[in-house]
């Protein structure tokens, strides 16, 4: 599993950006999906994820209702659709898998995935 984050952008508050994660790798294999993001001199934070099995998703407090995770099969892509931005959600965003852990399982910790894209920047003006 190769993972390649894109999608990152500028908007205001109140707009949208939908994140992509695609496995530009040959494992064809399942696996979980998370997604992070850092603001400068903060650590880096869980925002949402999903089970390998597609069965299990949890949100952030912080995001739920407006961030939602999906998946095209037939491009091998991930997506973290982000509706009613704010300027708090400024930040570099990360997708990860979990390629050796339960297919019912849900990480919430950076170090529950063991293969990295890189981040793409997503900025939210006022």
């Known amino acids: 599993v190769q993972l390649q984050a894109s999608g990152g952008g500028l908007v205001q508050a109140g707009g949208s950006l939908r994140l992509s994660c695609t496995n530009s790798?040959?494992?064809?294999?399942?696996?979980?999906v998370g997604w992070f993001r850092q603001a400068p001199g903060k650590e880096r934070e869980f925002v949402g994820g999903?089970?390998?099995?597609?069965?299990?998703?949890k949100y952030a407090d912080s995001v739920k209702g407006r961030f939602t995770i999906s998946r095209d099969y037939a491009k091998n892509t991930d997506y973290l659709q982000m509706n009613s931005l704010q300027p708090e959600d400024t930040a570099v965003y990360y997708c990860?898998?979990?390629?050796?852990?339960?297919?019912?399982?849900?990480?919430?910790?950076?170090?529950?995935?063991?293969?990295w894209g890189q981040g793409t920047q997503v900025t939210v003006s006022s």
């Open positions: 999903v089970s390998a099995r597609r069965d299990k998703s």
């Open positions: 790798g040959r494992s064809s294999g399942i696996y979980g």
């Open positions: 990860a898998a979990n390629t050796i852990g339960s297919v019912h399982y849900v990480g919430l910790r950076t170090g529950e995935y063991n293969v």
